[in-house]
């Protein structure tokens, strides 16, 4: 992983500055090419990436009424630019990039649904179609889908689930080869549970409970499975643990599942995320910095191989 990590090492040299208030979240588009950015500013910024390796924000705009908490880019086989943000007002909305001026984005939905704030949404994997799940603090997952992925103006809600008291992140199994389910995640709930859902009966029911933590969990994140028979998911919680499970598929409903390594953090962690390959876990911190994670042989041994962020003192 050398080589990565001096690429992200460079990356991390430049500030991004193209907001007033604290960033929650950024998200790159498929390519990588992009980067959105969302903020307490109740502005999003579109960044690109340039010829000199330098990043340039070339759209922001005000969002939101509220904070805007996540975002998150559609895959470029239904739009070359489509996101979806989420706020604190209570709403997520749909933004389309205007194809005949790049630096404009027009708000193509607005879903109202939930009843308090939007905490984080998520496009499903292109296999699915285009599906959105948004986490509320209501305690809801909604998952809506486009009625007409060319005109991108209806997203009516097909399936809603209380998924907790109030939930705060939502993932998608990323694997083809597998049913439609959800990694769940509410607050003041010490498990993650895994959704999955019964076309036949037309429910959402839990098929997996990952119970290890002893607080709250706050990220979840679902590894891509390049052809291993098993999946990895990763959780963050309040007691500034990170665990890694592995999930088969032929486990029972509701079965829980034990951690296969606890990573811990120096201090309360905000998001975790895995690579495209499902090689390599990122745990970002609240002191802004990014540790780097990899398993080299046993799936319990995860080594620490690097860390962004800028050094104090």
Same mark, same amino acid.
């Given at each position: ?53 330098? !990043? ?39 933004? *389309? ?6 630096? %404009? !984005?027009?708000?193509?939905?607005? +879903? ?23 986490? &509320? ?12 992925? &060319? ?41 993650? *549970? ?17 119970? /290890? ?10 590894? %891509? ?35 296969? %390594? ?29 540790? +780097? ?8 041994? !995860? ?9 104090? /003192?």
């Amino acid at each position: 992983p050398g080589e990565p990590l001096r690429q992200a090492e460079s990356a991390m040299d430049e500030d991004i500055a193209g907001h007033s208030d604290a960033i929650h979240d950024l998200s790159y588009d498929f390519y990588g090419r992009r980067l959105a950015t969302v903020s307490s500013d109740r502005r999003v910024t579109v960044w690109e990436r340039q010829p000199d390796a330098a !990043w340039q924000p070339v759209s922001s705009w005000s969002a939101h009424d509220q904070a805007v908490l996540r975002l998150d880019w559609a895959h470029p086989e239904f739009s070359s630019g489509l996101l979806a943000t989420c706020s604190l007002d209570r709403k997520a909305i749909l933004w *389309r990039e205007d194809h005949a001026n790049r630096t %404009a !984005w027009q708000p193509v939905a607005t +879903l109202v649904d939930a009843r308090e704030e939007v905490r984080s949404v998520r496009f499903a994997p292109r296999h699915l179609g285009l599906l959105l799940a948004t986490a &509320a603090a209501d305690g809801y997952v909604r998952v809506y889908e486009a009625a007409d992925p &060319a005109d991108l103006h209806q997203w009516p809600l097909m399936d809603e689930f209380r998924g907790g008291k109030a939930v705060t992140a939502v993932e998608w199994n990323p694997s083809p080869m597998d049913s439609k389910e959800l990694l769940v995640a509410a607050e003041g709930d010490s498990a993650a *549970r895994v959704w999955r859902y019964n076309g036949e009966q037309r429910l959402w029911t839990v098929s997996a409970v990952l119970q /290890g933590h002893s607080a709250a969990v706050v990220d979840v994140a679902w590894a %891509a499975n390049p052809g291993r028979p098993f999946h990895l998911l990763a959780t963050a919680a309040a007691d500034q643990t990170v665990s890694v499970w592995r999930l088969d598929s032929s486990d029972e409903e509701g079965h829980p599942t034990a951690p296969l %390594a606890t990573l811990r953090a120096e201090g309360p962690v905000w998001r975790v995320t895995w690579n495209l390959t499902g090689t390599i876990l990122s745990v970002s911190e609240e002191s802004g910095q990014v540790n +780097l994670f990899s398993c080299p042989h046993d799936l319990s041994q !995860w080594v620490k191989f690097g860390s962004l962020g800028r050094q104090t /003192g």
